[in-house]
C-alpha cells in the first residue's frame, strides 16, 4: 500500500495555524547532499520536486522523530510535537 | 443578568465509525465520544455572551453514563457549573424527548437570561432541540446566529440565511441556536484543564425532573441506520487525442447534467 | 505562586512510565499532576506489542488482571529470512503459563492500555491533565520549580520528565544527550484486522492465546529486523530500520516493510487482513550503554525511556516494563523523604533496574555484528537449501554444502571464528 492510503487510515487533527516541523529550502538545496529525509520518514512526507527542491507537508506526520534526528544540516529549523490534541491520534498504538 | 444556560451534547466521534462495505452496517462500538463540534463554538458564544453581561454560564447536558467525562471537558471551556440529566434513554433518545428532558432541568435551575445552543448536533443534525426548549419555556428563539450581542434586557443577534443576513432583536430570555461560525472554540489550556475537573456537577435522575407522561416517549423512531456509499459510473475516456477527449468529456458531464 | 499553582509533583507524560509513577505516589498521598500531549494517553504512543507482566504486579498486586491487555504470549518464534526463503524456531514453554498463575507476558495495543493505566492512576488520586503540551521547565537559580504549557505555568517541588524517547524536556534540561542516529531504530507498524479465530488458526493458538514473532534478513541488510504479535482481533507487523543506515541504503523503509507484507512467509498470516492504523515511533538500541551519565538534577528527574531505560536484545525489547519499574523507582525514592537523586540510583539498583540491564550489556555488541542481518541468515537459508533440495542427483555432503554456501556470501572462516567469539563474549 502507498503511505498516503495508509495514513488516511489514522485520525489526523492537523494544526492549521501552527506548523510543528519547519524548513529551511534553501539549506536543505544547497547545503544538504544525502537528503536522508526522503527514505528515512515513515510517512514518506517529504519528496523532491521538478527542480530537485524539498517538498514537505506537515500534515501526516506520525511525530517519530527520525526526520529530525537523521537531519545534520539543520534544514529543519523547527521540530516540535505538535500543540496539545493537535497531530495524530492512534486507535490502537 | 441571570444565568447564560449553555446545552451540548456528548456524541460518538464521526471519524472512528466503521461502515461495512458490503452490509453498510454501521458500527459504533469503536467510537470515542467528543463533546459535538457546533457546541464547541455554542459553549465559548455562551462565556463570551455572559462575561460581557457579567454573569455566570452553566452548562447542561442530556446523556447517559459515559457522559461523565463531557462534564470535565465542558467545564474546562469555561462554564462555572454543570448539570447532567443522566438517563440512559439519551443514548436514542429523539428531538422531542431531549427538549423535554433539558427543559425540564432548565426549569429546576431556575434563573436564566439567555440558552444556548448549537445550530445543530455532529451526529443528527435534526435542529430541533434549541426551538422546541424555546417553544415548551415559551420564550423566543432566533436560529441560525452567527453573531449576537445583548445589551440590557435585549438580545440583538444576525442570522445567517441562504444568500442574505438577517438582524433580528428579542427581549431576554430567549434561545439561540448558533452557527459554528460565530467564534472559534478554543482548545482549553492547562489551568482550564485543571479547573474544569474541579467545578461543580450537578446530576439529575429523571424523577428528580418535574416531567409529565409521555415526556420521555419518543415521537419518532430511527428504523434503520445505514452507511451511504457513492457508486461510481466509472467512465473511461481513453480515445482519440487530447482534444477528441476533452470533447468527449464535455459531451458527457453535460449528458449527466453536471455542466 | 499560589497553592492552586503548586503540586508535590509533576510528571510530563502519561506512557507507562509517568503513569506507574503517578499512581504511586499518588496511592502514598502525594499531590501529583500528570501532563499528556495526546488527547488520551496512549493516543501517541506506538510500540511493538509485548509487555511483561510483572512490572504491573510491583505497581500493585494483581492489577495485571483488570488490565486491557491482548493475548498472553505462548509462541515464542524467531524467524531468519532470505529473498523468498525462511527459517522459523518456535519456542512454547508451559512454564511461562502455568494455569492459575500470571502469565509471563501479553501483547498489547498501547492506545487501549495506556488509557486504561491512566484512569487506573486517577482513580488513586493522580491529576491526569490531557491534550496538554509541556512547552519547557521554569528554572528559578538553577533549581526546576516548574513547566510551562501553553501561556499557562505551574510550579511543584519536583518535575518527573516520562517524555519518552525523544524526551524534548529532559534534553532541554541538560540531562539527556541528543540521539544519535546510529543508535536508534525507527519502527513502522501496521495494525491489520483479522477475526479471532483466523489468527488462532494461523498461529497455532487456543483462545486468548498468542504468538510473538521477530524476524531477521528482512531488512534489506540494514542494521533492524520485523515483528509481528497476535492480538485479539488484529496484528501487529512492523519493522525497524537503522535510520543512519537506511540512508545509506537508499530505499525508503515504508517500502522495504511493505515488501515484508508480501514475504510468502508473512503473506498467509495476514492474507485476508484489512489495515486499520499507519503507525511509526522511534526506539533507542543501546540499551545500558545508553543511560545518560546524570538521571537527576535540582528539582528534575528523569524516568522512562527518556531515561535510556529500553532493551532491544535481538529476540525480544523490553521498554515497557522497564519503563513502570523506574517509574515506581522514581516514586519510592520521592516518597522515601531523603534527597532525591541519590535515592533514585539507589531504588532503580533496589528494584534491579540498572543491574538486569548491566547484565545484557553485552548483546550489543552481538546486535552489532554486520553479517546479522543480511549475510547469516543467507548463509542459513542456502544450508537449509542443500539440506532439503532432493533431486535425485547424488548430494554434497553437508559440511562441503556448508562450506560452499559461506563461500558463496563471502564468509571467510576467520569472520566467522570472530563473530562467533564476539556472539558468545556478548551472551
Ligand atoms: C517499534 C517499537 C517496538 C517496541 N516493542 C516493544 C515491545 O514489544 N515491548 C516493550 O516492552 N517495549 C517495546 N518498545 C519500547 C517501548 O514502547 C518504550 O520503551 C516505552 O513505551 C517507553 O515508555 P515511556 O513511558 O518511557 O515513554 P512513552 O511510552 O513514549 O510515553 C511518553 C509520553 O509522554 C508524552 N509526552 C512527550 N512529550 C511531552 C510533552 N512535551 N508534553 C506532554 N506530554 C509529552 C507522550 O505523548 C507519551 O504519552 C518498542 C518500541 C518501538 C518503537
Ligand atoms: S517526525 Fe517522523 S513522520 Fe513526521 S515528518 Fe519526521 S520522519 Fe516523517
Same mark, same amino acid.
Not at chain 2, 6 to 20: G, H, N, P, S, T
Not at chain 3, 145 to 161: Q, S, Y
Not at chain 3, 185 to 201: C, M, S
Not at chain 3, 355 to 382: C, N, Q
Given at each position: 500500500?502507498?503511505?498516503?492510503?495508509?495514513?488516511?487510515?489514522?485520525?489526523?487533527?492537523?494544526?492549521?495555524?501552527?506548523?510543528?516541523?519547519? %524548513?529551511?529550502?534553501?539549506? &536543505? =538545496?544547497?547545503? #544538504? /547532499?544525502? $537528503?536522508?529525509?526522503?527514505?528515512?520518514?515513515?510517512?514518506?512526507?517529504?519528496?523532491?520536486?521538478?527542480?530537485?527542491?524539498?517538498?514537505?507537508?506537515?500534515?501526516?506526520? %506520525?511525530?517519530?522523530?527520525? &526526520? =529530525?534526528?537523521? #537531519? /545534520?544540516? $539543520?534544514?529543519?529549523?523547527?521540530?516540535?510535537?505538535?500543540?496539545?490534541?493537535?497531530?495524530?491520534?492512534?486507535?490502537?498504538? | 443578568?441571570?444565568?447564560?444556560?449553555?446545552?451540548?451534547?456528548?456524541?460518538?466521534?464521526?471519524?472512528?465509525?466503521?461502515?461495512?462495505?458490503?452490509?453498510?452496517?454501521?458500527?459504533?462500538?469503536?467510537?470515542?465520544?467528543?463533546?459535538?463540534?457546533?457546541?464547541?463554538?455554542?459553549?465559548?458564544?455562551?462565556?463570551?455572551?455572559?462575561?460581557?453581561?457579567?454573569?455566570?454560564?452553566?452548562?447542561?447536558?442530556?446523556?447517559?453514563?459515559?457522559?461523565?467525562?463531557?462534564?470535565?471537558?465542558?467545564?474546562?471551556?469555561?462554564?462555572?457549573?454543570?448539570?447532567?440529566?443522566?438517563?440512559?434513554?439519551?443514548?436514542?433518545?429523539?428531538?422531542?424527548?431531549?427538549?423535554?428532558?433539558?427543559?425540564?432541568?432548565?426549569?429546576?435551575?431556575?434563573?436564566?437570561?439567555?440558552?444556548?445552543?448549537?445550530?445543530?448536533?455532529?451526529?443528527?443534525?435534526?435542529?430541533?432541540?434549541?426551538?422546541?426548549?424555546?417553544?415548551?419555556?415559551?420564550?423566543?428563539?432566533?436560529?441560525?446566529?452567527?453573531?449576537?450581542?445583548?445589551?440590557?434586557?435585549?438580545?440583538?443577534?444576525?442570522?445567517?440565511?441562504?444568500?442574505?443576513?438577517?438582524?433580528?432583536?428579542?427581549?431576554?430570555?430567549?434561545?439561540?441556536?448558533?452557527?459554528?461560525?460565530?467564534?472559534?472554540?478554543?482548545?482549553?489550556?492547562?489551568?482550564?484543564?485543571?479547573?474544569?475537573?474541579?467545578?461543580?456537577?450537578?446530576?439529575?435522575?429523571?424523577?428528580?425532573?418535574?416531567?409529565?407522561?409521555?415526556?420521555?416517549?419518543?415521537?419518532?423512531?430511527?428504523?434503520?441506520?445505514?452507511?451511504?456509499?457513492?457508486?461510481?459510473?466509472?467512465?473511461?475516456?481513453?480515445?482519440?487525442?487530447?482534444?477528441?477527449?476533452?470533447?468527449?468529456?464535455?459531451?458527457?458531464?453535460?449528458?449527466?447534467?453536471?455542466? | 505562586?499560589?497553592?492552586?499553582?503548586?503540586?508535590?509533583?509533576?510528571?510530563?507524560?502519561?506512557?507507562?512510565?509517568?503513569?506507574?509513577?503517578?499512581?504511586?505516589?499518588?496511592?502514598?498521598?502525594?499531590?501529583?499532576?500528570?501532563?499528556?500531549?495526546?488527547?488520551?494517553?496512549?493516543?501517541?504512543?506506538?510500540?511493538?506489542?509485548?509487555?511483561?507482566?510483572?512490572?504491573?504486579?510491583?505497581?500493585?498486586?494483581?492489577?495485571?488482571?483488570?488490565?486491557?491487555?491482548?493475548?498472553?504470549?505462548?509462541?515464542?518464534?524467531?524467524?531468519?529470512?532470505?529473498?523468498?526463503?525462511?527459517?522459523?524456531?518456535?519456542?512454547?514453554?508451559?512454564?511461562?503459563?502455568?494455569?492459575?498463575?500470571?502469565?509471563?507476558?501479553?501483547?498489547?495495543?498501547?492506545?487501549?492500555?495506556?488509557?486504561?493505566?491512566?484512569?487506573?492512576?486517577?482513580?488513586?488520586?493522580?491529576?491526569?491533565?490531557?491534550?496538554?503540551?509541556?512547552?519547557?521547565?521554569?528554572?528559578?537559580?538553577?533549581?526546576?520549580?516548574?513547566?510551562?504549557?501553553?501561556?499557562?505555568?505551574?510550579?511543584?517541588?519536583?518535575?518527573?520528565?516520562?517524555?519518552?524517547?525523544?524526551?524534548?524536556?529532559?534534553?532541554?534540561?541538560?540531562?539527556?544527550?541528543?540521539?544519535?542516529?546510529?543508535?536508534?531504530?525507527?519502527?513502522?507498524?501496521?495494525?491489520?484486522?483479522?477475526?479471532?479465530?483466523?489468527?488462532?488458526?494461523?498461529?497455532?493458538?487456543?483462545?486468548?492465546?498468542?504468538?510473538?514473532?521477530?524476524?531477521?534478513?528482512?531488512?534489506?541488510?540494514?542494521?533492524?529486523?520485523?515483528?509481528?504479535?497476535?492480538?485479539?482481533?488484529?496484528?501487529?507487523?512492523?519493522?525497524?530500520?537503522?535510520?543512519?543506515?537506511?540512508?545509506?541504503?537508499?530505499?525508503?523503509?515504508?517500502?522495504?516493510?511493505?515488501?515484508?507484507?508480501?514475504?510468502?512467509?508473512?503473506?498467509?498470516?495476514?492474507?485476508?487482513?484489512?489495515?486499520?492504523?499507519?503507525?511509526?515511533?522511534?526506539?533507542?538500541?543501546?540499551?545500558?550503554?545508553?543511560?545518560?551519565?546524570?538521571?537527576?538534577?535540582?528539582?528534575?528527574?528523569?524516568?522512562?525511556?527518556?531515561?535510556?531505560?529500553?532493551?532491544?536484545?535481538?529476540?525480544?525489547?523490553?521498554?515497557?516494563?522497564?519503563?513502570?519499574?523506574?517509574?515506581?523507582?522514581?516514586?519510592?525514592?520521592?516518597?522515601?523523604?531523603?534527597?532525591?537523586?541519590?535515592?533514585?540510583?539507589?531504588?532503580?539498583?533496589?528494584?534491579?533496574?540498572?543491574?538486569?540491564?548491566?547484565?545484557?550489556?553485552?548483546?550489543?555488541?552481538?546486535?552489532?555484528?554486520?553479517?546479522?542481518?543480511?549475510?547469516?541468515?543467507?548463509?542459513?537459508?542456502?544450508?537449509?537449501?542443500?539440506?532439503?533440495?532432493?533431486?535425485?542427483?547424488?548430494?554434497?555432503?553437508?559440511?562441503?554444502?556448508?562450506?560452499?554456501?559461506?563461500?558463496?556470501?563471502?564468509?571467510?572462516?576467520?569472520?566467522?571464528?570472530?563473530?562467533?567469539?564476539?556472539?558468545?563474549?556478548?551472551?
Amino acid at each position: 500500500m502507498e503511505a498516503a492510503e495508509l495514513l488516511s487510515l489514522n485520525r489526523f487533527e492537523v494544526d492549521e495555524e501552527e506548523p510543528h516541523i519547519v %524548513l529551511d529550502k534553501e539549506i &536543505c =538545496r544547497t547545503k #544538504c /547532499k544525502s $537528503k536522508p529525509c526522503l527514505v528515512v520518514c515513515p510517512a514518506v512526507l517529504y519528496k523532491l520536486d521538478k527542480n530537485g527542491d524539498i517538498t514537505f507537508d506537515y500534515a501526516g506526520c %506520525l511525530e517519530c522523530g527520525t &526526520c =529530525r534526528v537523521v #537531519c /545534520k544540516e $539543520k534544514g529543519i529549523t523547527k521540530w516540535e510535537y505538535p500543540r496539545g490534541t493537535f497531530g495524530v491520534s492512534y486507535r490502537h498504538g | 443578568m441571570s444565568n447564560v444556560i449553555v446545552c451540548f451534547k456528548w456524541v460518538k466521534a464521526e471519524d472512528d465509525l466503521r461502515i461495512d462495505s458490503s452490509t453498510l452496517a454501521v458500527d459504533l462500538s469503536k467510537s470515542k465520544g467528543k463533546i459535538s463540534d457546533y457546541d464547541r463554538n455554542a459553549i465559548e458564544a455562551a462565556r463570551i455572551a455572559s462575561e460581557a453581561a457579567g454573569s455566570e454560564t452553566v452548562a447542561l447536558t442530556f446523556g447517559s453514563a459515559d457522559t461523565k467525562t463531557a462534564l470535565k471537558d465542558a467545564l474546562s471551556r469555561g462554564p462555572k457549573q454543570a448539570f447532567w440529566v443522566n438517563d440512559v434513554s439519551a443514548e436514542n433518545a429523539d428531538g422531542f424527548v431531549t427538549a423535554n428532558m433539558l427543559a425540564a432541568a432548565i426549569r429546576k435551575i431556575g434563573s436564566y437570561s439567555l440558552i444556548v445552543c448549537g445550530e445543530g448536533a455532529a451526529d443528527t443534525y435534526a435542529h430541533q432541540v434549541g426551538p422546541r426548549i424555546g417553544a415548551l419555556l415559551d420564550i423566543p428563539v432566533i436560529s441560525f446566529v452567527k453573531e449576537m450581542r445583548i445589551d440590557g434586557n435585549r438580545l440583538y443577534a444576525v442570522r445567517k440565511l441562504e444568500d442574505s443576513l438577517e438582524q433580528v432583536e428579542a427581549d431576554l430570555p430567549a434561545v439561540v441556536t448558533v452557527l459554528p461560525e460565530i467564534n472559534p472554540a478554543p482548545i482549553p489550556g492547562l489551568k482550564a484543564v485543571l479547573e474544569g475537573g474541579k467545578k461543580p456537577v450537578t446530576e439529575f435522575k429523571i424523577q428528580d425532573l418535574d416531567l409529565e407522561d409521555g415526556d420521555t416517549s419518543r415521537k419518532t423512531d430511527v428504523v434503520s441506520f445505514k452507511g451511504c456509499s457513492m457508486s461510481r459510473k466509472k467512465i473511461l475516456i481513453n480515445e482519440g487525442d487530447a482534444k477528441e477527449r476533452v470533447t468527449a468529456l464535455v459531451a458527457a458531464l453535460k449528458k449527466e447534467g453536471v455542466l | 505562586m499560589s497553592g492552586e499553582d503548586k503540586f508535590d509533583v509533576i510528571i510530563i507524560g502519561a506512557g507507562p512510565a509517568g503513569t506507574a509513577c503517578a499512581y504511586t505516589l499518588a496511592k502514598e498521598g502525594k499531590n501529583v499532576l500528570v501532563i499528556e500531549r495526546g488527547v488520551t494517553a496512549g493516543s501517541k504512543n506506538v510500540t511493538g506489542g509485548r509487555f511483561y507482566t510483572y512490572a504491573l504486579d510491583l505497581v500493585e498486586p494483581g492489577l495485571w488482571k483488570d488490565a486491557t491487555l491482548e493475548r498472553k504470549v505462548t509462541h515464542e518464534q524467531i524467524m531468519m529470512m532470505d529473498g523468498n526463503q525462511s527459517i522459523t524456531i518456535d519456542y512454547s514453554n508451559p512454564l511461562f503459563n502455568k494455569e492459575g498463575e500470571m502469565p509471563q507476558s501479553f501483547t498489547i495495543l498501547r492506545a487501549v492500555f495506556d488509557e486504561w493505566f491512566a484512569s487506573k492512576a486517577e482513580e488513586q488520586g493522580a491529576v491526569i491533565a490531557c491534550g496538554i503540551k509541556v512547552d519547557g521547565l521554569i528554572e528559578e537559580n538553577g533549581r526546576i520549580t516548574g513547566v510551562k504549557a501553553g501561556g499557562d505555568e505551574m510550579f511543584a517541588d519536583l518535575v518527573i520528565a516520562a517524555d519518552g524517547v525523544n524526551s524534548m524536556i529532559a534534553r532541554e534540561a541538560g540531562l539527556v544527550p541528543e540521539l544519535s542516529d546510529k543508535t536508534i531504530g525507527v519502527g513502522v507498524k501496521e495494525i491489520i484486522e483479522l477475526p479471532a479465530k483466523t489468527i488462532e488458526e494461523r498461529f497455532h493458538l487456543k483462545p486468548g492465546e498468542g504468538a510473538s514473532l521477530l524476524m531477521l534478513g528482512c531488512t534489506e541488510g540494514i542494521h533492524g529486523g520485523g515483528f509481528l504479535y497476535t492480538n485479539n482481533e488484529s496484528i501487529s507487523l512492523g519493522c525497524v530500520f537503522t535510520p543512519s543506515e537506511a540512508a545509506a541504503h537508499g530505499r525508503q523503509v515504508h517500502d522495504i516493510f511493505q515488501d515484508l507484507k508480501m514475504h510468502p512467509s508473512i503473506y498467509p498470516l495476514i492474507e485476508g487482513g484489512k489495515t486499520v492504523e499507519y503507525g511509526a515511533h522511534l526506539v533507542r538500541e543501546e540499551g545500558y550503554r545508553g543511560i545518560p551519565k546524570q538521571l537527576y538534577r535540582d528539582g528534575l528527574m528523569v524516568i522512562g525511556e527518556a531515561a535510556g531505560f529500553v532493551l532491544n536484545i535481538g529476540y525480544t525489547i523490553r521498554g515497557i516494563d522497564l519503563a513502570i519499574v523506574s517509574g515506581v523507582a522514581a516514586a519510592r525514592a520521592v516518597i522515601s523523604g531523603s534527597n532525591p537523586g541519590p535515592a533514585y540510583l539507589e531504588e532503580l539498583k533496589n528494584i534491579k533496574l540498572l543491574p538486569s540491564m548491566k547484565a545484557v550489556d553485552g548483546y550489543f555488541d552481538l546486535l552489532e555484528i554486520h553479517r546479522l542481518y543480511e549475510t547469516y541468515p543467507k548463509v542459513a537459508g542456502g544450508v537449509f537449501n542443500k539440506m532439503y533440495s532432493i533431486s535425485g542427483e547424488t548430494p554434497v555432503s553437508i559440511k562441503k554444502g556448508i562450506w560452499g554456501v559461506l563461500k558463496d556470501n563471502k564468509v571467510s572462516l576467520w569472520q566467522l571464528v570472530k563473530d562467533g567469539i564476539r556472539g558468545y563474549r556478548s551472551i
